[in-house]
């Protein structure tokens, strides 16, 4: 089912059978961990996060991410995004000599600029 006001879609597995396809159901418990899959126009799983039931998912996480594989996609791969890369930030131009020196280009404080 799609929201109103959510520009992707989301859905339920009331049955378990999504759980069961990507294992993560609990046949002893009879429930799915909490998992997030977020698949590409394509249909390849580009990312995941499973959590035990107790631990709730962070949206504002989850959407970050999905713009960010968005960005991804749209620039062909020339441009990746790195850990906590919003909208409007700096990219890396994804290369062998990036390998092991990210920190050269980009400092993790620039996630948190406003």
């Not at 799609?2 to 429930?31: E, R, T």
């Not at 126009?41 to 968005?70: C, H, M, Y």
């Amino acid at each position: 089912m799609i929201g109103k006001d959510i520009p992707f879609p989301m859905l339920s597995d009331q049955d378990g059978s999504i759980g069961k396809m990507y294992g993560i159901y609990d046949d002893d418990g009879g429930v799915e961990t909490r998992g997030r899959f977020i698949i590409d126009p394509d249909g390849l799983v580009q990312g995941f996060e499973v959590l035990t039931p107790p631990v709730g998912r962070n949206v504002s996480e989850s959407i970050r991410q999905i713009k960010a594989f968005q960005h991804v996609r749209e620039s062909n791969g020339m441009e990746a995004t790195p850990s906590g890369w919003k909208p409007g930030k700096k990219t890396l131009k994804p290369e062998p000599a990036l390998v092991g020196n990210v920190w050269r280009v980009w400092s993790v404080s620039e996630a948190f600029e406003e």
